[in-house]
């Protein structure tokens, strides 16, 4: 089992700037990527960003430029900088874990953290 605990989320006003952190802890497999999906209310669970234990990235398109996903392998943790924050990123933001094996994948979830941008 692996576990995710979040940290950093709040209020911001537009354009400002927040950073997610997410420990993971467990059994976390050599081969595996982590990063951030979030959900507005009303809409489904989007990828934000994601990082693999290589360092390939992904992002969401909207994020691009704004937002920057890193990690440290060494103490499992994996970082969400947004910057230039708008309303609409306003959403829960889950911290998101697959380990890669052999037979398949497993995927874990962390609890959650609000991240609400409003003047």
């Known amino acids: 089992q692996v576990q995710l605990v979040e940290s950093g989320g709040g209020l911001v006003q537009p354009g400002g700037s927040l950073r997610l952190s997410c420990a993971a802890s467990?059994?976390?497999?050599?081969?595996?990527?982590m990063g951030w999906y979030r959900q507005a209310p009303g809409k489904q669970r989007e990828l934000v960003a994601t990082i693999t234990s290589s360092g390939r990235l992904n992002y969401l398109d909207s994020v691009k430029g704004r937002f920057t996903v890193s990690r440290d392998n060494a103490k499992n943790t994996v970082y969400l900088e947004m910057n230039s924050l708008k309303p609409e990123d306003t959403a829960v933001y889950y911290c998101w874990l697959r380990n890669f094996r052999a037979l398949g994948t497993s995927d874990y979830w962390g609890q959650g953290t609000q991240v609400t941008v409003s003047s």
């Open positions: 467990g059994s976390i497999f050599n081969v595996n990527a």
